[in-house]
């Protein structure tokens, strides 16, 4: 026994002692002198906190980003991660940091990626001969502005990363050196020329991952891919490329992912893509590939992607059976016949809408119990919805519009209590709506309308609290509207027009802001105020093809955000109220309405009687007129003589009637002196009681022109408390996040110079901008807007918003759109509201961004599933505001949003040619070069998902490149 002792302690021995050699050996002496040659220069130069540095230890090897190796009997330095150190090339001392760097000729892995090197040493490329056993090198997200490099000094990369840059140029043969690269992503740059032959003449070679999506690569897809027998992940998406794919995949039997998508690629699918096995995601969306879907190639898919093609020909009866298959999206083709009841029942996203499918949907559709999205709308499907749909428990998504089901809506619906939207619109449904779907409490979309459907609606209807879009126009529902429904907290638009319903119009919901439509129904009597009172924001109001009558009431002008109010065909009689100058009135049809500067509309039996009723009453006003003028004068004399009596007099300039908001808090926010000096609190308390002043009316918002005593003008924006959703509770948080916004600066961007905090309001100064806003431009004047302006703003926006997204801490905008942009002049646009995201509370209304945020024909498809503001909704928006340009058309036309319009013609270029604004396209061919350009940025910001749309830098990068 005592022997094993005796060995252990030997053994034990032995480990300390070879512990105490690791532990004690020393960095190389050389090297120990360049990291701290290095990292003086990172804390001196470029500012890199200590705190972030972490260098405070003797040993550089335990200083953050450092790793060393043991080599013989000291340590040397093996990788170097710089991520996020705000290394610049703005520095002067760029080229040393470089220099020592190539000196570090143990130095295999190195990252400097997102920081801010918009160019490196010549030197770096064609010098750095210390390198040349680097074997990963990550310079990506710096913004690097240069030539495409050679690589001649670095032959034994495995990893090169140069992704979200603005390279330019040609590939050619600077990659051929690179004899051991095992991934390249070269995605998010401006290279340009055809797809690079990469590495000849290396047959099977190491090259694993391919990444060159989103450049301007054109030409076709070389044959030489296919000699890169390992690849595993292919991604040539978003380029320029034409012409057909080569049916060479067979010598690709590794490869699991495959991205063509938005190209030009034409041509049949490649029928060898069935053989591989390994194929686990396949995405060629938005090309122009015809012909039918070759069978087999689902066998070992899980996610395939085709939709926006021109694919023809029925679907396969295996297609969508094999066990292997998550998700498929075939959506925007011209595919014909029935959908297989053969499917695979993991499936969990289903999109085959915008097809020629006809056929009833197989009752099998009720086995997939992870079936999460279903689309199969704008089809030529029918008989009746199969009542076994209700068991997918898990349906989140389910869309049958635009087709020809029918019948009754099977109460089975019901069990899918997980729903969010539900689009069933524009079908032949008919009998009653089943009070079974008050089991959807989450729904926020709900969508029955140009259908059939008959009786009431459910009254239990507002036990759906989070419903914020309600569509039952089109119908043949009766009685009266749920007295309940303005107890729906979420509900934000509301239509039911067109159906025939009558009775009496309940209070409706405080938070109905978008639009109200009871248009075309069987309404009489008076339009009620108790009606719309609460409902303070709404801006659409359509009460037209009724048989309302009476006077239109006064309340209806304190709906301060009213911006259509169709009162026409009624028989609504007396004086139409004086509404503010952005709310348009259509009044026909009423015969006895008349406003204040025309006379009634009545027909010629009633001219003369009125007229001399009209006369009567005006002298008898004219003699009440004078009597009470006498009264108010013996008042006001009796006024003065007490107020003189009991000796209170008037504070300030100020009369008894008008008092100003008590401000509790008003700070300056910029530094400029001319702003300081100009800006006078007071005086535009004073103003902002004028409604004169209103120039501008948003959702949350109402800009007033504010003239300063020294005569130079301000806007001054008072945020909307009337929901308490502006975070005022706490003033010192309010009021920090507006000094943080005031101090970005931006040419691009409408930051806050001052602000003022009152009890219950807050006033945001800013400079005064004369030109109104993209939309007013774009859409309500008379001249036709010039590509180049169109262009600026392009440019000006994109280049405001990446400045946002590139802040420390990101600014997202609540609602992007071209209302939202204004216009300093034709060629400078500012992006405003940027503060709403920062100081809103949705808690405190209707508990979710999504029924607060963004203009219809902005919000991005995900937002109804998320519930949350993204960089990439951001995105989408953006592609928005890009399509009005370049089409003139609004974000939705006839129903229809902008960008599911422009994605549908976007297969073909003949197709593509249709989009664009033909009042300026065919200006000159440079123009029409440009917009087409600008037209695929435009589609790849409204990719439908978020996954596949580009950050807002390289979209800006993008448009300053595009020709």
């Known amino acids: 026994m005592g022997r094993y002792v005796h060995l252990f302690s030997f053994l034990l021995l032995s480990t300390l002692c070879t512990s105490s050699q690791v532990f004690t050996a020393q960095l190389n002496q050389t090297q120990d002198g360049v990291l701290r040659k290095l990292f003086t220069s990172l804390q001196s130069n470029f500012s890199v906190p200590s705190s972030r540095l972490n260098n405070s230890n003797s040993d550089p090897c335990y200083w953050n980003g450092v790793t060393c190796a043991s080599s013989g009997s000291s340590e040397v330095v093996r990788e170097l991660s710089f991520y996020n150190f705000g290394i610049s090339s703005n520095k002067s001392s ?65 990893v090169l990363d140069l992704s979200w840059n603005q390279l330019t140029g040609a590939i050619g043969n600077k990659l051929d050196s690179l004899t051991q690269l095992k991934s390249l992503n070269l995605s998010f740059n401006i290279l340009q020329g055809n797809i690079p032959l990469l590495i000849s003449g290396q047959e099977n070679g190491p090259l694993k991952e391919l990444v060159l999506s989103m450049n301007s690569f054109s030409g076709t897809i070389p044959y030489s891919i296919f000699k890169h027998g390992n690849l595993t992940y292919l991604d040539l998406s978003q380029n320029n490329l034409i012409g057909r794919v080569p049916n060479e995949f067979n010598n690709l039997s590794k490869l699991e992912t495959l991205l063509l998508n938005a ?14 096995k390994t194929l686990s995601r396949f995405a060629a969306y938005q090309n122009n590939f015809s012909g039918s879907i070759p069978t087999g190639l689902t066998k070992y ?69 992870h079936l999460s999205y279903l689309e199969l709308d704008g089809n030529k499907l029918k008989g009746k919805i199969p009542s076994d749909l209700g068991n997918c428990k898990n349906l989140t998504l389910l869309n049958l519009a635009s087709n020809n089901f029918g019948n009754e809506l099977p109460s089975e619906l019901g069990n899918l209590s997980n729903l969010v939207v539900i ?134 002008t304190y709906l301060q955000f009213l911006t259509l109010l169709d009162l026409s065909n009624n028989n609504l009689s007396g004086t139409l109220p004086t509404f503010h100058n952005w709310v348009k009135v259509i009044s026909t049809g009423n015969a006895f309405l008349s406003n204040s500067t025309q006379e009634p509309n009545s027909d010629s039996n009633y001219s003369h009687s009125k007229k001399k009723v009209n006369t009567n009453l005006a002298i008898l006003f004219s003699i009440l007129g004078a009597f009470v003028g006498l009264l108010l004068l013996a008042g006001l004399i009796v006024c003065a003589l007490s107020k003189r009596f009991y000796r209170v007099e008037n504070v300030g300039p100020h009369s008894d009637d008008i008092t100003l908001p008590h401000i509790t808090d008003g700070r300056l926010i910029t530094t400029n002196s001319i ?76 930051v806050p110079l001052a602000y003022v905090l009152t009890a219950d309001s807050a006033y945001l100064f800013y400079e005064h901008v004369r030109m109104g806003t993209v939309f007013d431009v774009l859409h309500s004047s008379g001249n036709v807007l010039d590509w180049q302006c169109r262009y600026s703003i392009a440019l000006g926006v994109a280049q405001g918003l990446a400045f946002l997204h590139g802040c420390t801490q990101p600014v997202l905008l609540l609602d992007l759109s071209t209302r939202s942009v204004h216009l300093k002049s034709m060629n400078e646009p500012l992006i405003g509201d940027i503060e709403l995201y920062k100081v809103i509370d949705p808690s405190k209304s209707t508990g979710s961004l999504s029924a607060i945020a963004g203009t219809v024909g902005y919000i991005p498809p995900e937002y109804a599933y998320t519930m949350r503001l993204t960089m990439a909704g951001n995105v989408y928006s953006f592609g928005v505001v890009l399509l009005e340009l370049l089409t003139g058309k609004p974000p939705v036309s006839e129903g229809i949003e902008l960008a599911k319009w422009a994605l549908s013609h976007s297969g073909r270029p003949e197709d593509r040619e249709g989009i664009l604004d033909s ?39 993008m448009l300053f490149n595009a020709k």
């Open 94 to 158: 760029l080229e040393d940091f470089f220099d020592s760097l190539c000196s570090l000729h143990t130095l295999q892995h190195l990252d400097l990626s997102n920081n801010q090197l918009s160019s490196l040493p010549g030197s770096f490329f064609s010098n750095c001969t210390g390198l040349s056993g680097l074997k990963y090198l990550n310079l990506s997200t710096n913004g690097l502005s240069i030539q495409f490099p050679g690589f001649s000094k670095f032959r034994d990369l495995e």
């Open 263 to 276: 190209n030009n690629l034409s041509g049949n699918i490649p029928t060898s893509l069935t053989n591989l």
């Open 301 to 369: 898919a899980k996610f395939l992607d085709l939709s926006y093609n021109s694919l023809t020909g029925e679907l396969q009866p295996d297609l969508l059976s094999p066990p292997t298959l998550e998700s498929i999206d075939l959506t925007n083709n011209s595919l014909t016949g029935s959908i297989p009841g053969n499917i695979s029942r993991n499936l969990y996203r289903l999109r085959l809408g915008w097809n020629q499918l006809s056929g009833t949907l197989p009752t099998s559709i009720g086995e997939l119990s």
């Open 423 to 556: 689009k069933l619109q524009m079908n032949n449904f008919s009998g009653r709506i089943p009070y079974q779907i008050l089991n959807w409490m989450n729904l926020s979309t709900l969508n029955f309308s140009q259908n059939a459907l008959s009786g009431e609606i459910p009254s239990q209807i507002s036990k759906l609290k989070k419903l914020a879009n309600l569509n039952l126009g089109g119908n043949n529902l009766s009685g009266s509207i749920p007295s309940t429904i303005g107890d729906m907290s979420y509900l934000n638009e509301l239509q039911l027009g067109n159906n025939k319903l009558s009775g009496i119009i309940p209070a409706m919901p405080v938070h109905l802001t978008t639009a109200l439509n009871l248009s075309h129904n069987s309404f009489s009597g008076p339009i009620l105020s108790s009606s719309f009172i609460k409902s303070s924001e709404l801006e659409v109001l359509d009460l037209s093809q009724n048989n309302f009558s009476g006077q239109v009431p006064e309340s209806l």
């Open 675 to 750: 702003h300081t000096s100009n800006i006078d609190f007071t005086k535009s308390m004073e103003s902002v009681l004028n409604p004169l002043n209103v120039f501008m009316k948003t959702r949350f918002c109402t800009y007033y022109r504010v003239e300063m005593p020294n005569g130079s003008i301000y806007s001054v924006k008072k945020l909307h408390f009337s929901e308490k959703i502006i975070q005022i509770g706490s003033h010192g948080k309010f009021g920090h996040e507006l000094e943080v916004l005031g101090r970005l600066t931006n040419s691009n961007v409408m």
């Open 919 to 957: 009042r300026i396209s065919r200006a000159s061919i440079p123009v029409h070069s440009q917009m087409q350009s600008v037209l695929k940025i435009a589609l790849a910001c409204v990719a439908i998902s978020p996954e596949s749309r580009p950050k807002m830098r390289n979209v800006l990068r």
